[in-house]
């Protein structure tokens, strides 16, 4: 597969902005990419579109989508979590008082060769061999969108598996949205990438918040004298203040998830050569070689370091530097510049 490089540089124009911030996140998309934001925004108000997100586990999926609705328009697009709708499915097959209602609901729409007895035994007895059959998962998705407000539509993880490419083919129809554009989100991380976000990231044992020590850190950070170390202090408003933790796993990387990643290449791969529907193709890293010419350097993603003087701790940071699956040293982007190109490919895909 071909990933094209995807230029957000400006020529000649010298500004530079936090993409932390909300407001400077919103003054850099209206230069970057106001005009097509602009033509997104009138398709909306009477049209709207399904899109697929595939892409490796811990891609970014979610945070692209979420991201180009907070730009786009919030109240006219949607995000879907494939993932999400299992594990509430999960948790209301344990629960027996809302488990009859809701199997009546599903009785209506599903169709499949396993019965829904079958499959709600085996999830209660957290038979984790047992696959949940593509029949039900679009039944549970079309539960699910029903009782939403008709939007344009990022669909995240689905499909699941190769089996379910050809479904996805007829996806829009049997989700109710039958006129809509489809389109294929595919995105390309090095999995250099994903493995050091797992091995980085801490969580609050208090808000479940996550944050990562050398990728994205908390605004308050502590040294422990005793392991000579830093550490961060969960930063949500809501919460106290509690020392982040590495989460359980974590620092065995993309170790235990491989098997998971070769089929979601698998996934890319053959999404990538399926005719009849339009393709954007987002990439989350640049060549060092290239980078300079093709985006700014605050579009990238930073390392950040941390050093002892004087008895305070200073943050640094430096452009984050990986090595992508060819070996090639590349940068990392930051989440908008990918959003931009997600932003400008969806106007062509859409014909706009």
Known sequence: ??????KTK??????????????QRKQYFELKAGSEITKLRDFLRANTFVAYL?????????TYAKMF?????PDRISHFSVGDMIRSFDETVQNFDKLGGFKKELEKVYRGFVSLDEIIKAMQSRNTQVLLPSELILALVKMELAKRPKNSIFIDGFPRNLDQISYSLFFRDLIGYRDDSDVFVLIDVPETVIDERIKSRVICPLCQT????????????????????????CDNPGCSGARMVPKEGDK????PIRERLKIDEGLIKQAFGLYGIPKVLLRNALPVAVASDMVDEYELTPEFYYEMKDGQIAMKQKPWQVKDDEGLMSHSLMAPPV?????????????L
């Open 1 to 6: 597969m071909d990933f094209p490089l995807f």
């Open 10 to 23: 400006i020529d000649n124009v010298d500004k530079k902005f936090d993409l932390t911030d909300f407001e």
């Open 54 to 62: 595939l892409g490796k586990k811990n891609s970014g999926k979610g």
């Open 69 to 73: 609705q907070e730009v786009v328009s």
């Open 210 to 233: 996550s944050r990562g020590l050398k990728l994205m850190p908390s605004k308050n950070v502590g040294f422990d004298e005793e392991k000579k170390e830093f550490y961060l202090l």
């Open 252 to 255: 065995f990387g993309i170790d």
């Open 339 to 351: 959003v931009v190109a997600l932003i400008k490919q969806l106007v062509v895909a859409l014909s």
